[in-house]
């Protein structure tokens, strides 16, 4: 019986939890200065970005991005979990625009935490 009840936790343990991206380290973020840092210094720094791109004004920018996705404990109860499922996610982004000589210009970080609500009591 014990050895059931340990898989099952396992196999709710691999499974409630999701993440996409490299988490963004906060103190390389404040090293990042503003017509000083350059982008090689930023990927040194950070790694790759997931992406990068150009604005309609022709400036580049490199964008990095963390999410983390927690299931509810919750959610894999027998029945109840059909009314209160969800989950917990955290995202972390970060971009970076550089000029022409690929001298960092501006950045933004922004952090945000939500609840996703699945269960049939989510509305």
């Known amino acids: 019986m014990i050895y059931k009840f340990v898989s099952i936790m396992l ?4 499974v409630g939890c999701a993440s996409y991206g490299k988490k963004i380290d906060l103190s390389s973020v404040d ?4 017509g000083v840092t350059t982008e090689a210094q930023v990927k040194a720094m950070l790694g790759n970005p997931m992406s990068v791109g150009i604005t309609a004004e022709g400036k580049k920018f490199m964008m990095y991005m963390y999410t983390q996705s927690q299931t509810k404990a919750s959610t894999f109860i027998p029945i ?8 917990d996610t955290q995202t972390q982004t970060l971009q970076i625009w550089v000029d022409e000589n690929d001298v960092v210009t501006t ?12 269960g049939l009591l989510s509305q």
């Open 80 to 87: 109840v979990g059909a009314f209160v499922g969800g989950a």
């Open 11 to 14: 196999c709710v343990l691999v």
């Open 31 to 34: 090293k990042i200065q503003k």
């Open 107 to 118: 950045y933004t970080y922004n952090t945000s935490n939500s609840e996703l609500n699945t």
